[in-house]
């Protein structure tokens, strides 16, 4: 790579200090794709995350504010399949490689001038050499390639060694950004759901988790990190694979963790597995947790004192207690867990 001039230093440190300050709702379009031809000067600048794909999302494609008109009278749909086939810049990278390159370094100016991909996209537009680097983040994550083109004169090392140096500086940009997007993400989910949450990655590693799904996931399966629990993985691999499903359960003692994947994220929740009460039963189970004694409840209920205690004896029978205590401290217990909120006067 070859040393840069000190005025080229000093631009790169400048432009990688502010560069967090210039993309507008992604981190690579308008404000910054100028300031970055700025530094490698071309007639036109833009930035792909589906490199070779057919999606025409603009969310994913941008380009310097400015260039709209370089390629405006081009026939893309016929142009597209000729520019991937034909451009010996586009197999490298979809190959892996991260490092810079341009149309220059396979064929010369003459040789240039006899392919297709000149004759259909570069001529027309009046543009001699592209200039295309791929964002060190390896697959399966889609390409994120910035594409430089210029019509005067071929590109040269120095334009390549500033990509070179700005590329791991540009892959921590885009990962800021996401982290940003899929924290807002996750808050939103949290907002909207009592449920824990857990945001996930492509690759089913942990993005973002509620505090509460923390606690869930180190109860029920004792790991921490950004790795999914093995059996969780799994289960979402044959969720996807069937495309439905049931939801994932795991039983510990007298509680279930239920696992449900909707849209990216995983909603927790933790129920208890012991037998259902009747609606009376939790009615009577509640004012007991509030200490009223039988006579308080039969009056509250209009039942009679024996009508309470028959259900009382039910209630002890389900959840295997024998005191009022015992009953008392499981309504605590449930409420903590499954955060059902206090009966109301």
Not at 135 to 164: C, M, T, W, Y
Not at 242 to 269: K, M, Q
Request: hydrophobic residues 35%; glycine residues 6%; aromatic residues 8%.
């Amino acid at each position: 790579m070859p040393a840069l001039a000190r005025g080229d230093t000093e631009r790169l440190l400048r432009f990688v200090a502010e560069a967090e300050s210039f993309g507008g709702g992604h981190p690579f379009s308008g404000e910054f794709l100028t300031q970055l031809g700025r530094l490698v000067p071309a007639d036109w600048v833009g930035y792909s995350d589906c490199s070779g794909c057919t999606d025409d999302d603009p969310r994913r494609h941008f380009r310097r504010p400015g260039d709209e008109d370089v390629f405006g009278g081009l026939d893309w749909p016929a142009v597209k399949p000729v520019l991937e086939a034909e451009s010996p810049v586009r197999p490298p990278l979809r190959q892996g490689s991260f490092d810079a390159m341009k149309i220059s370094d396979f064929l010369t100016r003459r040789e240039l001038h006899r392919t297709l991909v000149y004759d259909l996209l570069l001529k027309p537009c009046g543009l001699e050499d592209t200039l295309e680097v791929r964002l060190r983040i390896p697959a399966p994550s889609r390409h994120k390639v910035f594409s430089f083109d210029r019509g005067d004169r071929d590109f040269s090392a120095r334009d390549r060694a500033v990509l070179d140096i700005l590329n791991p500086h540009l892959v921590q940009l885009y990962r800021a950004s996401e982290a940003r997007g899929r924290l807002s993400e996750a808050l939103a989910l949290h907002e909207s759901t009592e449920a824990p949450v857990v945001l996930l990655e492509g690759d089913d590693r942990i993005a973002f988790a509620t505090t509460a799904a923390r606690q869930l996931l180190d109860r029920y399966f004792g790991e921490r990190g950004t790795r999914l629990p093995d059996s969780l993985t799994s289960w979402l691999r044959e969720r996807r694979r069937r495309a439905t499903g049931e939801p994932f359960r795991i039983d510990a003692d007298d509680l279930s963790l239920v696992v449900e994947l909707v849209e990216g994220a995983l909603l927790l929740e933790e129920k208890w597995s012991t037998p259902r009460l009747t609606a009376r039963e939790r009615e009577i189970l509640d004012l007991v947790a509030e200490g009223r004694t039988n006579s308080e409840i039969a009056e509250r209920l209009w039942l009679s004192s024996g009508t309470v205690r028959k259900h009382l004896d039910n209630v002890y029978a389900k959840l295997g207690v024998h005191t009022r205590t015992a009953a008392a401290r499981f309504v605590r217990q449930r409420r903590l867990l499954s955060q059902d909120p206090p009966p109301t006067a």
